[in-house]
């Protein structure tokens, strides 16, 4: 755990250059607009350790699978999404000495991430070997009202001299991915000048053919004063272009360079239009200028803010930690183009190929679903809807048939792109959290729309799965599944995964269901659905029902508590606290093998289920099930802490909660796992979200309506948090005594306050005391 984060509410602060974290300082200070991003790389020429990295969203390569011993069924590619050009390169060398933060003596130095305006600034000076002070400091954004603009600020104030500077503005494509399996460059070549009126470089991914188009302008300042920049020499060379001029730096006189880049690319443009939307960009950057974007960008944030935002009185840290969250899951996914979707690093690193897993549909959807515009969460949907087909591929290459459909567990367009065998082909359960997807978005928005238009399509092909994937156990004249892998990875190839088969169950009774509704309320529509889907409805049903009714789920009787799976017992059951602080986390000591044969647990299993499924168990149930596994569970996925957090508030267990939501708020801010130098845990941010509405708010949807159970940290005097629902905006705010509900919405709307039905009128509130 590290410790160099200056806690503020609305600010990341780096007070000091900490050489030694800086890779973790650029996963930290990362940027994006939805569109692209980039990690929080130095604008100067830098010689310590880094880890350059511009993403481009949607765009990837499909690196050839490599294993040891191929297996019939294994994906041909892993998708990498690239590292793309450099763009935001500012080099400066005075008398020929380059300006290289890792290398020369750095004062005041600070480097912070603004919020609440969504930019980011950084500041220090700088001691050349002969002597000569320079003050730096810059400012940069990435538009989210032109989603195809960079925008960076470059201020130079020479402390104790007078004297020439070189600045070097470069585009620079010879960029490489750190995890390339074979060390190869991914971009080719298409176009460049740098002698236009607007410089600029076309490259093109090799393979998947996307093609980029980078262009720049910039201005310089003295002053305050626009200064002309006539004179400068144009370089060329192989998937670079740059300007080359000098400036007359006086000593106490600030030199400021404002870089503009234009960042379009074929998925949003055509090949041969490229250049004409690059320039279109560059034209709106320069008639408003760099305030004017800024001015811009801060009226956009306040808006997300408006909608979004959680307020938490009495702690800094926590409240820090929510807002950084929040900062990121809407610098990641804006939900404009239903083609995008979420990778677990985001725009912030290389890690995962930054490709989409079932951590949307878990821990990502609520998020949308409550602080965005009901479209934007219907977009990761129908994301999974228009790849459906891609899905019955894929469960036809492992030998299913008849529409069964089996959605990957990692993809870039719908095809399986993994490459390890027990994530690949046994963590089934993500088809599970698809299925649950579903339902949880009709539930909360009242949608009930989706499901013929797109929704009961994918439950029929997963369904079709299920039945398929179970096989009758004369033994135990019941239905099992074997040969799988639960959310805990730390096992592999287990027979009948409780969780694995309760979602089977469950999304098979959904499927049934939500066809009985479509075929009595909008027959027409179930009558295309079926013609479309071949669906025998007699025999199918009849299939499903049956296996619903018989289907194995392992349990032990003598603790009353569900088994994460055959066998579980038969473990060395020990706890986490027996673990030696030197051998944790496991996964970076101990053996494979090792990890395999023990008891220890990487994120919730059993719990998971108990979770989503939350209204079929009785609270003493799940604290069974609680206080059997939790002691077990090392936590050492980012995903585990969040539903822990929730549950654990759901049972009481007020201080575990908290301790819950503090690890899994700051995990990438305090750097809890050792590994935010490879970039965010940008998935586990929307379990962080909920643990502060689910868990600490109870906010859960019963009887179709909001209801909140709240309770109040200890630690805090008050939180508050916005949702949107169903055309309200709601802003919730607890403390001590009080919980108060304001309806900013045109209509009124009932909620549940501690199970009990309260109106709220329009532009109206509430108060209810906490005691209730």
Request: glycine fraction near 6%; charge should be negative.
């Amino acid at each position: 755990m590290k410790n160099y984060i200056t806690h503020h509410p609305w600010k990341i602060i780096e007070e000091g250059y900490h050489a030694e974290h800086n890779r973790i300082s650029e996963s930290i200070f990362s940027l994006g607009n939805g569109k692209f991003g980039q990690r929080g790389n130095f604008e100067e020429y830098f010689s310590g350790e880094t880890l350059q990295g511009n993403y481009l969203g949607g765009v990837y390569y499909p690196d050839k699978t490599r294993v040891g011993w191929w297996k019939n069924g294994y994906p041909e590619y892993f998708a990498k999404v690239l590292n793309a050009p450099d763009w935001n390169g500012i080099r400066i060398k005075i008398n020929g000495e380059e300006l290289d933060p890792h290398r020369l003596k750095l004062t005041d130095f600070v480097r912070e991430l603004n919020m609440q305006d969504g930019y980011f600034k950084k500041t220090y000076i700088a001691e050349f070997t002969d002597g000569k002070q320079v003050k730096i400091e810059s400012k940069r954004m990435l538009s989210i009202v032109n989603d195809e603009l960079g925008a960076i600020k470059y201020s130079i104030t020479p402390l104790n001299f007078s004297s020439s500077v070189e600045v070097l503005l470069p585009i620079d494509g010879n960029i490489m991915n750190e995890d390339a399996n074979y060390d190869e460059y991914f971009w080719d070549e298409i176009e460049k000048s740098a002698s236009a009126r607007a410089p600029y470089l076309i490259v093109e991914t090799r393979k998947t053919h996307f093609r980029a188009c980078y262009a720049m302008h910039y201005t310089l300042e003295v002053d305050g004063k626009p200064q002309s920049l006539t004179q400068f020499d144009t370089i060329e060379q192989e998937k670079y272009i740059a300007h080359k001029t000098h400036i007359e730096l006086e000593e106490g006189k600030t030199s400021t360079i404002y870089k503009y880049a234009a960042i379009v690319t074929s998925r949003y443009h055509e090949n041969n239009e490229l250049k004409e939307a690059a320039s279109e960009v560059l034209a709106d950057a320069k008639h408003k200028g760099f305030c004017k974007i800024l001015d811009d960008q801060k009226a956009a944030w306040a808006d997300k803010w408006n909608h979004g935002d959680i307020a938490v009185e009495g702690d800094t840290a926590a409240q820090q930690g929510i807002r950084y969250n929040i900062f990121q899951l809407n610098q990641t996914y804006t939900g404009k183009d239903e083609r995008l979707n979420i990778g677990p690093k985001g725009f912030t690193g290389e890690k995962y190929g930054g490709s989409t897993y079932w951590d949307t549909e878990a821990y990502l959807l609520p998020f949308y679903l409550s602080t965005s515009e009901p479209e934007v969460a219907r977009n990761l949907l129908i994301y999974r809807f228009k790849h459906l087909q891609k899905a019955i591929e894929n469960a036809e290459k492992l030998g299913f048939k008849d529409g069964a459909a089996l959605y990957p567990m990692v993809t870039m367009n719908g095809e399986e792109c993994h490459n390890e065998w027990e994530i690949t082909f046994e963590e089934i359960h993500r088809n599970g959290a698809i299925a649950f997807a579903i339902y949880n978005y009709i539930r909360y928005t009242g949608d009930q729309s989706y499901l013929e238009e797109y929704g009961l399509e994918v439950l029929i092909g997963i369904s079709r799965f299920w039945a398929q994937r179970v096989n009758f156990s004369e033994e135990k004249q019941k239905y099992v599944m074997l040969g799988v892998t639960g959310p805990n990875e730390y096992e592999n190839n287990v027979h009948n995964n409780w969780y694995t088969l309760k979602m089977a169950q469950w999304t098979m009774q959904y499927t049934k269901e939500s066809i009985e509704y479509v075929k009595s309320n909008i027959p027409e529509e179930w009558t295309r659905i079926a013609t479309k889907s071949s669906f025998n409805e007699t025999e199918e049903l009849k299939k499903w029902t049956d296996i619903c009714n018989n289907l194995y789920l392992p349990k032990d009787e003598k603790r009353n508590i569900f088994l994460q799976q055959d066998g579980f017992l038969d473990k060395d059951l020990r706890t986490v606290n027996e673990i030696p602080e030197n051998q944790k986390p496991i996964h970076k000591h101990w053996s494979w093998d090792r990890i395999l044969r023990s008891c220890y647990i990487k994120q919730a299993d059993v719990l998971q289920g108990l979770y989503f499924l939350e209204d079929q168990f009785d609270t003493d149930t799940i604290k069974r099930n609680y206080d059997f596994y939790e002691p077990m569970t090392v936590h050492e996925s980012s995903l585990s802490a969040c539903i822990h957090s929730i549950i654990a508030a759901k049972l009481g267990d007020e201080k575990r909660s908290y301790e819950f939501y503090l690890s899994a708020s700051r995990l990438d801010l305090d750097d809890y796992n050792s590994d935010s130098d490879e970039g965010l845990h940008i998935t586990s941010m929307g379990g962080t979200w909920m643990t502060v509405t689910q868990g600490f708010g109870g906010m859960r949807i019963k009887e179709n309506k909001l209801s909140f159970e709240p309770f109040m940290p200890e630690k805090w005097k008050s939180f508050a948090f916005k949702i949107n629902f169903r055309g309200h905006l709601l802003n919730i705010k607890i403390d001590k005594k009080n919980v108060n509900i304001e309806n900013k919405g045109n209509n009124s709307l009932e909620v549940l306050l501690f199970g009990k039905p309260h109106a709220i009128a329009a532009n109206d509130s509430i108060s209810v005391n906490m005691k209730h």
